[in-house]
Nanobody, 123 residues
């Protein structure tokens, strides 16, 4: 059983910065996480990739996030973070944490999502 809990959303002015956090709560043993990351969904739009990061630290960013956002993680804490700089009104969306869980004994995987945290960029 995996539960992802996001925090850090809120109202920020254009050009400002925001830090999002996501911590995985795990019930059981022998579980790790492969890729973790962030997606977002703006009103009236589909959910889209923002950034992902592997357990080894390799990152992948959407074009809209490159140069402004930075994903990081703490494997010991089963946590993933998103630093958002120079935010724009078009960054307004619900941001969802994502994690691909790995059951080490069976090598089975599963995808999990947080409930989302709202980021509003407005003056």
């Amino acid at each position: 059983q995996v539960q992802l809990v996001e925090s850090g959303g809120g109202l920020v002015q254009p050009g400002g910065s925001l830090n999002l956090s996501c911590v995985a709560s795990v019930t059981g043993f022998g579980i790790s996480f492969n890729t973790m990351g962030w997606y977002r969904q703006a009103p009236g739009k589909e959910r889209e990739l923002v950034a992902t990061i592997t357990s080894g630290g390799k990152t992948n960013y959407a074009d809209s996030a490159k140069g402004r956002f930075s994903a990081s993680r703490d494997n010991a804490k089963d946590a993933v973070y998103l630093r958002m700089d120079n935010v724009k009104p078009e960054d307004t969306a619900v941001y969802y944490c994502y994690a691909e869980m790995l059951v080490i004994r069976t090598m089975n995987t599963g995808n999990y999502w947080g409930k989302g945290t709202l980021v509003t960029v407005s003056s």
